[in-house]
């Protein structure tokens, strides 16, 4: 089963992260999602923060994850929000299961086919030898020279954590992420389809969700709203989050 926290009474709301990311990237926004009269489920996918490791990892298995957690908490009508990977993951769901999915948030990610573009991240994150016991500031010294931008190096460090006294590791699953890296990239089936309510919300530094991509995205969901915030890149909730929430929330509250 997977790792959540859960806050609020109300209507229940999944949250997905992104890739190498961990439920509690959204504790703050999942606080006040949880104040509008919310049951906030902060999810933490497998392979990912406290949840369990395995060494299959693709969207389909990680979308069953989901149906199974709703399953075992007797959850229903869900509302759903996933970013980057996450948005996959809540995509397949919606369409997979679209009597288990109200309403659809997907936070800069698209239906499509993304090339694989995590090579220098995944160097400097194997560039770590936890054998030789780092510090935490001796790890971002290392990764820093791979990973030069210092946003994306707090968002990655956040998943370390001590194994015991003296000994760092990461959270997510490094190991299996260097041999399935591919499937992060995989676009939603063709023939999936989703009548409901849903919204896309994209950075306007962000090239994960293009101008072209519209019609990819209106034929998966004929339903869709695409917003910009503007002035932000593809962490756009971490880098707008009151903006990101004004969005979800009139969208959730409609």
């Given at each position: 089963?997977?790792?959540?926290?859960?806050?609020?009474?109300?209507?229940?709301?999944?949250?997905?992260?992104?890739?190498m990311?961990?439920?509690?990237?959204?504790?703050t926004?999942?606080?006040?999602?949880?104040?509008?009269?919310?049951?906030?489920?902060?999810?933490?996918?497998?392979?990912?923060?406290?949840s369990?490791?395995?060494?299959?990892?693709?969207?389909?298995?990680m979308?069953q994850?989901?149906?199974?957690?709703?399953?075992?908490?007797?959850?229903?009508?869900?509302?759903?929000?996933?970013?980057?990977m996450?948005?996959?993951?809540?995509m397949l769901?919606?369409?997979?299961i679209p009597?288990l999915?109200?309403?659809?948030?997907?936070?800069?990610?698209?239906?499509?086919?993304?090339?694989q573009?995590?090579?220098t991240?995944?160097?400097?994150?194997?560039a770590?030898?936890?054998?030789?016991?780092?510090?935490?500031?001796?790890?971002?010294?290392?990764i820093?020279?791979?990973?030069?931008d210092?946003?994306?190096?707090?968002?990655l460090?956040?998943?370390?954590y001590w194994?015991?006294?003296?000994?760092?590791?990461?959270?997510?699953n490094?190991?299996?992420?260097?041999?399935?890296?591919?499937?992060i990239?995989?676009?939603l089936?063709?023939?999936?389809?989703?009548?409901?309510?849903?919204?896309?919300i994209?950075?306007?530094?962000?090239?994960?969700?293009?101008?072209?991509?519209?019609?990819?995205?209106n034929?998966?969901?004929?339903?869709?709203?695409?917003?910009?915030?503007?002035?932000?890149?593809?962490?756009?909730?971490a880098?707008?989050?009151?903006?990101?929430?004004e969005?979800?929330?009139?969208f959730?509250?409609?």
């Amino acid at each position: 089963m997977l790792y959540s926290k859960i806050e609020g009474q109300g209507k229940p709301l999944i949250i997905l992260h992104g890739f190498m990311g961990m439920s509690d990237n959204w504790k703050t926004l999942g606080t006040q999602y949880a104040h509008e009269g919310f049951q906030v489920h902060l999810l933490d996918l497998r392979n990912h923060g406290r949840s369990f490791h395995s060494d299959i990892f693709n969207y389909e298995v990680m979308c069953q994850d989901v149906v199974d957690y709703c399953r075992e908490n007797n959850l229903e009508n869900i509302d759903c929000i996933g970013h980057s990977m996450g948005g996959k993951v809540a995509m397949l769901l919606a369409t997979q299961i679209p009597n288990l999915v109200h309403k659809l948030i997907v936070a800069d990610i698209g239906p499509k086919f993304y090339p694989q573009h995590h090579q220098t991240i995944l160097e400097g994150l194997n560039a770590v030898d936890f054998s030789l016991k780092p510090s935490r500031s001796e790890v971002e010294v290392i990764i820093s020279q791979f990973i030069p931008d210092f946003g994306t190096r707090q968002f990655l460090l956040k998943s370390l954590y001590w194994v015991e006294p003296g000994q760092l590791a990461f959270r997510f699953n490094l190991p299996v992420f260097n041999i399935q890296i591919e499937q992060i990239g995989t676009a939603l089936p063709d023939q999936a389809f989703f009548e409901n309510p849903t919204l896309f919300i994209r950075g306007g530094n962000s090239n994960y969700i293009l101008d072209s991509d519209i019609e990819g995205i209106n034929h998966h969901f004929p339903k869709a709203i695409i917003n910009t915030i503007s002035n932000v890149g593809h962490w756009l909730h971490a880098e707008k989050p009151q903006d990101f929430f004004e969005l979800t929330k009139n969208f959730l509250k409609l």
